[in-house]
């Protein structure tokens, strides 16, 4: 069925169609309305899950942990400085290996204060252990999230689907949705590995770990994340056989025969397939690689898709204020780093704060990676889209 969907209506109803068993949350912009169409949905008696408003972020994710914990399907949402107040819990849940699946749409952190899109808050979770997928438009937002709880289940993770903040999740856009006995029959029935009210198995859930166990359960999570990988291949190939609409780790636009091209996430890369058609009636052999999956992040596969490029620009919409570029591109330049003959590379901090980048500033990007390819000196890092 086609619907004219927002980001967040798109993931709100993935969320009902999933059914869960709990759902909790406390309002920041830009996600707050996933959580007032849900409560929609059970006062119209769409959803029978059990709705509990929290006073805090930080208390959301306990909610969700205790949820998960006593074998409930749990969800939330959130962004911003709320992921901030919850990263303590984030990382009790995924030690725990619990599957809670947070829905959000990517916003600036403070300060200072700042409630527009970016990726800070996105690439602040990358050491949480929680898998991680990023969305182009409302329909990715959609079929993401729907993926996600698949995927979270079978591998024993929590995971967070994301977008840009009001550039996807307040758009109005064409989404083509599933009925919900399609993505309830393909989430299935959430049955828990372990739960604290099985008084057949009784188990401890956050006992102390000593050093002579600690390290084998943070082995066992980057295992669990190694492995999710083949997981989510798997649910992307059963979510095709049922939506006819094809995921993998990135999306390539043109990138077969490139020389030069792009990498970036989200609502970006649908604005820069202009700039790519342009430059191909040129003569000039540019694409876009559209990163998916930041959690667990697909080095050998981007490498494959981007060793026969003569030169790159990854495009961050954040800053990790490490002096050695934004954190999107130091997972892309460490993926390069095994090639023999490695691409030219440089790093272009753009958007934050939710500034606007158009095909203008986009095109100059691909100006500089010409002059590259021509051998002249570019800045391997810089901010692009300055008024100053």
């Avoid at 993926?147 to 929590?158: F, G, H, R, S």
């Avoid at 990138?255 to 058609?277: H, K, N």
Wanted: glycine fraction near 8%; proline fraction near 4%; aromatic fraction near 8%.
């Amino acid at each position: 069925m086609q619907q004219a969907l927002t980001g967040n209506e798109a993931m709100a109803l993935a969320m009902k169609q999933s059914n869960p068993d709990v759902v909790t949350g406390f309002p920041i912009t830009p996600v707050s309305d996933i959580l007032q169409i849900f409560s929609k949905y059970i006062s119209d008696g769409k959803s029978d899950a059990e709705f509990v408003p929290a006073e805090s972020e930080h208390s959301v994710a306990s909610i969700c942990f205790g949820a998960s914990a006593a074998g409930a399907r749990a969800f939330t949402c959130s962004a911003s400085q709320g992921l901030e107040l919850m990263h303590e819990i984030l990382h009790i849940i995924s030690g725990t290996r619990l599957p809670v699946v947070v829905a959000s749409s990517s916003r600036a952190l403070s300060g200072p204060i700042n409630v527009h899109g970016d990726h800070s808050d996105f690439m602040g979770m990358r050491g949480t252990s929680w898998i991680q997928l990023f969305s182009e438009n409302a329909q990715e937002s959609y079929d993401n999230f729907i993926q996600a709880v698949k995927i979270a289940e079978t591998a024993m993770l929590p995971a967070i689907v994301s977008s840009d903040g009001f550039f996807t999740s307040h758009n109005l856009e064409r989404v083509e949705t599933l009925g919900d006995k399609n993505v309830s029959d393909f989430v299935g029935v959430y049955s828990p590995k372990y739960n604290i009210l099985n008084t057949n198995k009784p188990i401890t859930i956050g006992p102390l770990s000593l050093p002579d166990s600690f390290m084998e359960i943070k082995k066992s999570q980057s295992e669990a994340m190694i492995e999710s990988k083949k997981i989510i291949s798997k649910v992307a190939q059963k979510f095709k056989s049922i939506s006819g609409r094809e995921y993998n780790w990135f999306k390539e636009y043109k990138l077969q025969g490139a020389e030069i091209a792009i990498v970036v996430m989200g609502s970006t890369a649908e604005s820069a397939i202009p700039v790519v058609d342009v430059l191909r009636k040129k003569g000039i052999k540019a694409g876009i690689l559209s990163l998916r999956v930041f959690r667990p992040f697909p080095a050998d596969e981007l490498m494959a898709a981007l060793k026969n490029l003569n030169s790159i620009a990854v495009l961050d919409r954040s800053d990790a204020f490490s002096g050695q570029g934004g954190p999107l591109f130091e997972e892309v330049k460490s993926s390069l780093y095994r090639l023999n003959k490695k691409p030219k590379i440089i790093n272009r901090t753009f958007g934050l704060g939710g500034r606007e980048i158009d095909e203008e500033m986009i095109g100059r990007v691909f100006e500089e990676l010409q002059k590259l390819v021509k051998g002249k000196k570019i800045d391997e890092f810089g901010y692009m889209g300055l008024k100053i």
